[in-house]
């Protein structure tokens, strides 16, 4: 019996995912977490602990050098509101293209008796412009960015991506209406609107910044719903006060973009939504289980993505350092102990590697001194059998 741990509200739905192997919230030395918000950086990680699923995508929530070395496998649940963030990206293109936020404060304003009269004499100070013919430039096509692409194609506008490192997967779910261009440079020159789906990380950090914004076209509509300081908010506040760029959205406030004109500040509502709340919990809840029960990586941020298929009686999985003579130290161990090995896969990611062994034999009583033998490796961080079920 498996006992997983959930936090910030992880829905119902999430957990009727969980089969009669789990039990939810029933002791403070879990297998699991499943959580979504909770700040677990400066959290004592229990040693009972095997895994963190992040219901979202960012996991800058999560201690990941602490885990790893604790052997805790750290996922998160991609693309779960990526439908989410695409319709509150279009919304407010539409809401800047037709200077809605303006013409409701103007509403507000101006509520006395001849508001009809005033509001025909004056509505043409909001005039604004259609989606339909102009070019609109994506940063980023991985879950969020390719549909946001296609969907700005269905409202009739012209796209053009830009991802160096976009996935052969990812790639399918692209119409091929989305022109590819080279460098951020050619994405953002004459487009009306620009908008980064791009994960945090050294790479990333101010990847649109003076240099970029002016090369943007003039009156340009800028959007940042993926993580704050991907856009460089000194910068963008600079090009709305020289008139660069005529709106900027972002899902990440700080104070140097409070209470500027023509910067809109969403609270982090981007994955808010009660569908991507559900999809989060559910996937999540897969994610553990198929953590637990096989050991597949998939979605895994602090390991190698793996996914090997569970065929034999038995399943050891080892996390350790990605050091030479690893694989010969544990198939040495496994070896001196007369079980035969029907499969094994190494992969590494960075400084952590992952092995996993498939036996057909191994008794229960000779499991404890295996993963004894296992822990006595030095390099190795945790070593997990897992029975067929």
Same mark, same amino acid.
């Given at each position: 019996?498996?006992?997983?741990k959930?936090?910030?509200?992880?829905t119902?739905?999430?957990?009727?995912?969980?089969?009669?192997?789990?039990?939810i919230?029933?002791?403070?030395?879990?297998?699991?977490?499943?959580?979504?918000?909770?700040?677990?950086?400066?959290?004592?990680l229990?040693?009972?602990l095997?895994?963190?699923v992040r219901?979202?995508?960012?996991v800058?929530?999560?201690?990941? *050098?602490?885990?790893?070395?604790k *052997?805790?496998?750290?996922f998160?649940?991609?693309?779960?509101?990526?439908?989410?963030?695409?319709?509150?990206?279009?919304?407010?293109?539409?809401?800047?293209?037709?200077n809605?936020f303006?013409?409701?404060?103007?509403?507000?304003?101006?509520t006395?008796?001849?508001?009809?009269?005033?509001?025909?004499k004056?509505?043409?100070k909001f005039?604004?412009?259609?989606?339909?013919?102009?070019?609109l430039?994506?940063?980023?096509?991985?879950?969020v960015?390719?549909?946001?692409?296609?969907?700005?194609?269905?409202?009739?506008?012209?796209?053009i991506?830009?991802?160096?490192y976009?996935?052969a997967n990812?790639?399918?779910?692209?119409?091929?209406r989305?022109?590819?261009?080279?460098?951020i440079?050619?994405?953002?020159?004459?487009?009306?609107?620009?908008t980064v789906h791009?994960?945090?990380?050294?790479?990333?950090?101010?990847?649109l910044?003076?240099?970029?914004?002016?090369e943007?076209k003039d009156?340009?509509?800028?959007?940042?719903?993926?993580?704050?300081g991907?856009?460089?908010?000194?910068?963008?506040v600079?090009?709305?006060?020289?008139?660069k760029?005529s709106h900027y959205?972002?899902?990440?406030g700080?104070?140097?973009?409070?209470?500027?004109?023509?910067?809109?500040?969403?609270?982090?509502? *981007?994955?808010?939504?009660?569908?991507?709340?559900?999809n989060?919990a559910v996937?999540?809840a897969?994610?553990?289980?198929?953590y637990l029960e096989e050991?597949?990586?998939?979605h895994?941020?602090?390991?190698?993505n793996?996914q090997?298929?569970?065929?034999t009686?038995y399943r050891?999985?080892?996390?350790h350092?990605?050091?030479?003579?690893?694989?010969g130290?544990?198939?040495?161990?496994i070896?001196?102990?007369?079980?035969?090995?029907?499969?094994?896969?190494?992969a590494?990611?960075?400084?952590v590697a992952?092995?996993?062994?498939?036996v057909?034999?191994?008794q229960?009583?000779?499991?404890?001194?295996?993963?004894?033998?296992?822990?006595g490796?030095?390099?190795?961080y945790?070593?997990r059998?897992i029975?067929?079920?």
């Amino acid at each position: 019996m498996y006992e997983v741990k959930t936090f910030n509200a992880i829905t119902q739905a999430g957990l009727d995912t969980f089969t009669d192997d789990f039990e939810i919230n029933q002791t403070d030395q879990p297998d699991a977490y499943l959580i979504r918000s909770v700040n677990l950086l400066q959290a004592e990680l229990p040693d009972s602990l095997q895994t963190i699923v992040r219901a979202g995508a960012g996991v800058n929530n999560v201690p990941l *050098g602490r885990a790893t070395t604790k *052997g805790i496998a750290v996922f998160n649940t991609p693309g779960s509101n990526a439908n989410a963030v695409k319709e509150l990206v279009i919304s407010l293109m539409i809401a800047t293209a037709r200077n809605l936020f303006e013409a409701h404060n103007y509403s507000d304003e101006h509520t006395e008796a001849d508001v009809s009269q005033r509001t025909e004499k004056d509505k043409t100070k909001f005039n604004g412009t259609e989606l339909a013919g102009k070019r609109l430039a994506v940063i980023g096509l991985g879950n969020v960015g390719s549909l946001v692409a296609n969907a700005a194609l269905s409202l009739g506008m012209k796209v053009i991506g830009y991802d160096p490192y976009l996935s052969a997967n990812a790639a399918w779910r692209i119409n091929n209406r989305v022109k590819r261009v080279d460098s951020i440079k050619n994405a953002v020159k004459n487009a009306d609107f620009v908008t980064v789906h791009v994960p945090k990380n050294n790479e990333t950090i101010g990847l649109l910044s003076t240099k970029e914004i002016t090369e943007m076209k003039d009156g340009a509509v800028l959007f940042n719903y993926s993580r704050i300081g991907i856009v460089d908010n000194k910068a963008a506040v600079k090009a709305i006060r020289n008139q660069k760029i005529s709106h900027y959205c972002t899902d990440f406030g700080e104070p140097i973009i409070a209470d500027q004109e023509k910067i809109t500040i969403t609270p982090h509502i *981007g994955g808010s939504t009660l569908e991507a709340e559900t999809n989060g919990a559910v996937q999540g809840a897969n994610t553990v289980m198929n953590y637990l029960e096989e050991g597949d990586t998939t979605h895994c941020v602090n390991l190698p993505n793996m996914q090997v298929p569970f065929e034999t009686a038995y399943r050891v999985t080892v996390i350790h350092q990605n050091v030479p003579n690893m694989v010969g130290q544990i198939s040495t161990q496994i070896a001196n102990r007369g079980i035969n090995i029907e499969n094994m896969a190494n992969a590494a990611k960075e400084k952590v590697a992952y092995t996993i062994i498939d036996v057909d034999d191994l008794q229960e009583k000779d499991q404890s001194a295996l993963i004894a033998a296992l822990d006595g490796i030095k390099e190795v961080y945790r070593v997990r059998v897992i029975k067929h079920r």
